[in-house]
């Protein structure tokens, strides 16, 4: 069975451009979890998406965003990107809901930078 | 919203030894579960460990829930249990918040 896999791996964008990080989870996984890791503020929970339905979302900005498809794929947005706003960028699948379940499979993440 | 702590902050050891590591959390958790971040940023789930004690292989752990903390032991440890272990906790089905990690070096 194929794991949770992220694209693109690598990005780089200057401020102020928006950009779109999208994730494929296992198969037959329903839920995608998005989170932020930095080294300043770690792991930071970003939303997580349920059958198509955001169920859960962290403490930031409505700059981020994302959606899930009915196929589970999920992408996440960034706009008017922020120095800040570098990060490797990690996706997590499971069967139900993260906090309802055993194992949060994670992808490789996408590293984004931002100039 | 829940605090989760993980102590120490870095360990380095040699070869062989022996560790723990610790984990408080400030509320009740319904769910708990240990990783490891390998150096190449890959996080991998080690233990689903809400209460109770669990092992594999020279990996152990054990969550007293009534007293709000949670232990991973590594025994014989090798250069590849190098990277960071991380404590994540959810509350009420909630999403999961994770520690700051402990960043572990083993030395040949």
């Known amino acids: 069975k194929a794991g949770v896999t992220q694209t693109p791996r690598y990005l780089i964008k200057t401020r102020g451009q928006q950009v779109t990080l999208s994730c494929s989870p296992i198969s037959g996984h329903r839920s995608v979890s998005w989170y932020q890791q930095t080294p300043g503020q770690g792991l930071q929970f970003l939303f997580e998406?349920?059958?198509?339905?955001?169920?859960n979302k962290g403490n930031f900005p409505g700059r981020f965003s994302g959606r899930q498809f009915s196929n589970s794929r999920s992408e996440m947005n960034v706009s008017t990107l922020e120095l800040g706003d570098s990060a490797l960028y990690l996706c997590?699948?499971?069967?139900?809901?993260?906090?309802?379940?055993?194992?949060?499979?994670f992808g490789p993440g996408t590293r984004l930078t931002v100039l | 919203g829940i605090q989760v702590e993980q102590s120490p902050p870095d360990l380095i050891l040699q070869e062989g030894a022996n560790s723990t590591l610790r984990c408080n959390f400030s509320d009740s958790v319904n769910n708990l579960q240990w990783f490891h971040q390998n150096p190449w940023g890959q996080l991998i789930n080690l233990f689903y460990?809400?209460?109770g004690t669990k092992q594999n292989g020279r990996l152990s752990a054990t969550t007293v829930a009534t007293e709000r903390y949670s232990l991973l032991y590594i025994s014989s440890s090798q250069t590849t249990d190098s990277g960071v272990y991380f404590c994540a906790v959810s509350f009420l089905s909630n999403d999961m918040r994770f520690g700051a990690g402990t960043r572990l070096t083993v030395k040949p």
């Open positions: 998406y349920f059958s198509e339905t955001q169920r």
């Open positions: 460990i809400p209460s």
């Open positions: 997590a699948s499971s069967l139900g809901l993260a906090g309802d379940t055993d194992t949060q499979y």
